[in-house]
C-alpha cells in the first residue's frame, strides 16, 4: 500500500455530557487512533479524552482574540490533514455532533476524501437533541426553524412565528469580523428589533445552556424578548422562542384535498 494513502481520518462526535453521550463506534475510533485532536474547550472533557488515547492534542489553540476564525478552522484542518498525510490513523473529537456549527470536520473530511483518504463522520448527540430533551420540544407539533443567530440578522430569512424558532450563537449576534468571542448589548438590541417584527416585546423566550459536565445545571431560562439585550449571554447560549401565533389553516390546499379524496370515492363507486 502507497504510504502517502495509508492515512484515515474520523470526525466523531462525544456528545454534550461528559462521558454519558459517547457512542462505541466514536470511542473504538478513538481508542484506536494513532493520533487524537481534541475539538473540546473543558480542560476536564480534554482530560478524560487523554484517558481513553496518549496522544490528544488541542485544536483550542488556534483561536485568539481578534484573529479570524476563518484563519484558524484553516489551521485546524492543516493540522489534521498533515498527520492523515503522513499516514496515520488521525481523530478529530468533538463536542456533540461533529456535522453541526462545525467548519472543520466538514472540510477536513471533504479535503481528505479528495486525495484519496478514507474519511468518515461518526454523529454524536449534538446540543439540539439535549435542547429538545431538556425543554420538552417535540418539533413535529409545531414546526421548528433553527439559524445561526448572525446568519439570521446579515439575510433576509423568512421565519414562521406559528412554530419554534431556535437561535444559535447568539453570544456572537452581529459579527461579521469573525474576530471576536462575544458581541455585546448593542448587538442583541438589532436582534431584537428584528424579532419584534413578528414577536411582541413581551413574548417570553428561552435563554438555553446544555451540561458540559454530569454536576452542571442545564440553564433554562425565561425572559421577555425586551430583557433580551442585558441578559447573561454566552458563546454557547442558545436562543429558544416559542410560537407566538396558532398555525393558519390553508384553506386552498384543504380544499384541493377534499375534492381528490371525492374523485376517489367516486371511482371506487
Given at each position: 500500500?502507497?504510504?502517502?494513502?495509508?492515512?484515515?481520518?474520523?470526525?466523531?462526535?462525544?456528545?454534550?455530557?461528559l462521558g454519558a453521550h459517547i457512542c462505541p463506534l466514536a470511542k473504538s475510533y478513538i481508542e484506536q487512533a494513532d493520533v487524537v485532536f481534541s475539538?473540546?474547550?473543558?480542560?476536564?472533557?480534554?482530560?478524560?479524552?487523554?484517558?481513553?488515547?496518549?496522544?490528544?492534542?488541542?485544536?483550542?489553540?488556534?483561536?485568539?482574540?481578534?484573529?479570524?476564525?476563518?484563519?484558524?478552522?484553516?489551521?485546524?484542518?492543516?493540522?489534521?490533514?498533515?498527520?492523515?498525510?503522513?499516514?496515520?490513523?488521525?481523530?478529530?473529537?468533538?463536542?456533540g455532533h461533529p456535522g453541526v456549527f462545525a467548519h472543520a470536520p466538514?472540510?477536513?473530511?471533504?479535503?481528505?476524501?479528495?486525495?484519496?483518504?478514507?474519511?468518515?463522520?461518526?454523529?454524536?448527540?449534538?446540543?439540539?437533541?439535549?435542547?429538545?430533551?431538556?425543554?420538552?420540544?417535540?418539533?413535529?407539533?409545531?414546526?421548528?426553524?433553527?439559524?445561526?443567530?448572525?446568519?439570521?440578522?446579515?439575510?433576509?430569512?423568512?421565519?414562521?412565528?406559528?412554530?419554534?424558532?431556535?437561535?444559535?450563537?447568539?453570544?456572537?449576534?452581529?459579527?461579521?469580523?469573525?474576530?471576536?468571542?462575544?458581541t455585546g448589548a448593542a448587538h442583541r438590541q438589532v436582534l431584537i428589533e428584528l424579532l419584534a417584527e413578528q414577536y411582541p416585546l413581551d413574548h417570553e423566550v428561552i435563554l438555553y445552556e446544555a451540561a458540559v459536565l454530569p454536576i452542571d445545571t442545564v440553564r433554562k431560562q425565561t425572559l421577555t424578548l425586551s430583557a433580551l439585550a442585558d441578559a447573561e449571554i454566552f458563546m454557547h447560549t442558545t436562543l429558544v422562542i416559542p410560537p407566538s401565533q396558532k398555525m393558519q389553516p390553508n384553506h386552498q390546499v384543504l380544499e384541493r384535498l377534499k375534492q381528490i379524496e371525492r374523485q376517489l370515492e367516486e371511482a371506487a363507486v
Amino acid at each position: 500500500m502507497n504510504l502517502s494513502h495509508s492515512g484515515s481520518l474520523a470526525c466523531v462526535g462525544i456528545g454534550m455530557t461528559l462521558g454519558a453521550h459517547i457512542c462505541p463506534l466514536a470511542k473504538s475510533y478513538i481508542e484506536q487512533a494513532d493520533v487524537v485532536f481534541s475539538g473540546v474547550s473543558n480542560g476536564i472533557v480534554e482530560l478524560w479524552l487523554q484517558e481513553m488515547h496518549s496522544d490528544v492534542r488541542s485544536l483550542q489553540v488556534y483561536y485568539s482574540e481578534g484573529k479570524s476564525r476563518h484563519i484558524t478552522y484553516r489551521e485546524m484542518v492543516d493540522a489534521m490533514l498533515t498527520e492523515v498525510r503522513a499516514g496515520k490513523k488521525v481523530v478529530g473529537a468533538f463536542y456533540g455532533h461533529p456535522g453541526v456549527f462545525a467548519h472543520a470536520p466538514h472540510k477536513s473530511i471533504e479535503l481528505a476524501k479528495a486525495e484519496g483518504f478514507d474519511a468518515v463522520m461518526v454523529p454524536g448527540i449534538s446540543a439540539e437533541d439535549c435542547l429538545i430533551a431538556d425543554l420538552g420540544i417535540d418539533p413535529g407539533k409545531f414546526g421548528c426553524q433553527q439559524f445561526e443567530a448572525s446568519q439570521f440578522m446579515f439575510y433576509q430569512r423568512r421565519f414562521d412565528p406559528s412554530c419554534y424558532l431556535v437561535l444559535w450563537q447568539i453570544g456572537l449576534a452581529g459579527d461579521k469580523s469573525m474576530a471576536k468571542f462575544a458581541t455585546g448589548a448593542a448587538h442583541r438590541q438589532v436582534l431584537i428589533e428584528l424579532l419584534a417584527e413578528q414577536y411582541p416585546l413581551d413574548h417570553e423566550v428561552i435563554l438555553y445552556e446544555a451540561a458540559v459536565l454530569p454536576i452542571d445545571t442545564v440553564r433554562k431560562q425565561t425572559l421577555t424578548l425586551s430583557a433580551l439585550a442585558d441578559a447573561e449571554i454566552f458563546m454557547h447560549t442558545t436562543l429558544v422562542i416559542p410560537p407566538s401565533q396558532k398555525m393558519q389553516p390553508n384553506h386552498q390546499v384543504l380544499e384541493r384535498l377534499k375534492q381528490i379524496e371525492r374523485q376517489l370515492e367516486e371511482a371506487a363507486v
